[in-house]
């Protein structure tokens, strides 16, 4: 139905369409999603991009076989936390509508691509840090005010590892997030372009993750830090050159 200028989807079509898998009503004028979409439970892609949508049904859990959602330029504020039983869904593409924060039980999805970017977000909850099959991670264009802006468009693990570090603070003493992490998180996305991966002196007790996860790094600079063992993922650096 893609590209035509149909205003509303009936209740009753949705509810006949119990065998669909794949729905692409994208670039319509569509305000709404019928609460019966939650009767499409083989649907597996839904792409709804680029109407006049407003709100997402909470019925949509019953969608649980969808593995890709696509409802970017839309007119979004909300994302309802049912989105969160989806346990089977790697897509969710939320770009270009006017969302103001992501819900924390949205944060239990095993997601692959998440697109946050263009929208009115000023911050992150940082259970996303728990989402560790993501892969990219897209926030550019949001009046974000608890993030550098240098995560906007850095490394997604380094986004994820900083999260999590705020996640674990916030947990154990209220605290935001710890300088060392922070220098650590540049490390890591300055090492994108130059290939070098410097934590020297940081005080650092143990291999940060960062060091294996850092991908085509030709050298680790962990110089002048009181770690007593060197953990066994340090051989999956193929590429490393150099280690001091």
């Known amino acids: 139905m893609e590209g035509n200028k149909l205003t509303e989807i009936s209740e009753n079509l949705f509810s006949s369409w119990t065998m669909l898998t794949e729905f692409n009503a994208s670039k319509n004028l569509l305000n709404g999603i019928p609460d019966s979409i939650g009767g499409l439970s083989r649907l597996i892609h839904l792409d709804l991009h680029q109407n006049r949508i407003s709100s997402i049904p909470s019925s949509i859990m019953g969608c649980h076989s969808l593995a890709e959602i696509y409802f970017g ?3 979004l504020s909300t994302v309802p936390m049912e989105i969160g039983a989806l346990s089977h869904l790697g897509t969710l593409d939320l770009h270009s509508n006017q969302l103001k924060e992501y819900p924390v039980e ?4 095993n997601l692959l691509v998440l697109d946050l970017s263009n929208n009115s977000l000023s911050g992150l909850p940082a259970e996303i840090g728990k989402m ?3 892969r990219k991670l897209l926030l550019t264009g949001n009046p ?6 240098s995560f906007d468009t850095g490394p997604t693990q380094a986004l994820l590892k900083y999260l999590r570090g705020r996640l ?3 947990e154990d003493s209220g605290a935001v997030i710890t300088a060392k992490d922070e220098v650590i998180a540049m490390a890591t996305r300055l090492s994108i372009t130059s ?7 940081l005080g650092l007790n143990s291999v940060p993750p960062e060091v294996w996860e850092s991908g085509e790094v030709m050298k680790h600079d962990l110089s002048k830090n009181p770690i007593q063992e060197l953990p066994v993922e340090l051989s999956s650096c193929v590429s490393l050159q150099d280690s001091g």
């Open 132 to 134: 560790t099959t993501l």
């Open 144 to 149: 974000l005010r608890t993030l550098r802006s």
């Open 168 to 170: 674990s603070e916030a």
């Open 73 to 75: 330029n839309n007119n």
């Open 106 to 109: 949205a944060c239990k999805l």
């Open 195 to 201: 290939k070098e991966l410097s934590m020297e002196g």
